[in-house]
């Protein structure tokens, strides 16, 4: 038996939202969308994980969310001119990675980050 996919799936009381911070913002493509489910995804080679922590690492809470991007300070920017809540960050973390938090519609926290090169 082998782990084809992950998928993270969050409760809303209206799924609309979503495709504002998902789509508009983040870029994802909306793959499904059965007016009480929309499914967003991007068509790349993504390596399946799952991680559980006691921290979100720096003393930050643990994030619903890690959504990893290419351009970290167009992401920030567009989240911040969106209104979106920044709950910490964009900071440089001692593991390499650049990364702020944000709230999305649903109150999700979501950690946006890029690998420093």
Do not use: C
């Amino acid at each position: 038996m082998k782990v084809l996919r992950i998928v993270a799936n969050i409760q809303a009381p209206d799924i609309a939202p979503a495709k504002r911070f998902y789509r508009d913002i983040l870029g994802l493509d909306v793959i499904m969308d059965h007016g009480w489910i929309a499914t967003f995804g991007a068509a790349t080679d993504m390596t399946v994980q799952l991680s559980i922590a006691s921290e979100g690492g720096s003393g930050t809470p643990v994030p619903d969310l890690s959504i990893e991007v290419d351009d970290l300070d167009t992401a920030f920017q567009a989240m911040s001119a969106s209104g979106f809540p920044i709950e910490y960050g964009p900071t440089d973390e001692p593991w390499g990675v650049r990364r702020f938090y944000v709230r999305d519609p649903f109150g999700k926290l979501v950690n946006i980050l890029v690998h420093k090169n």
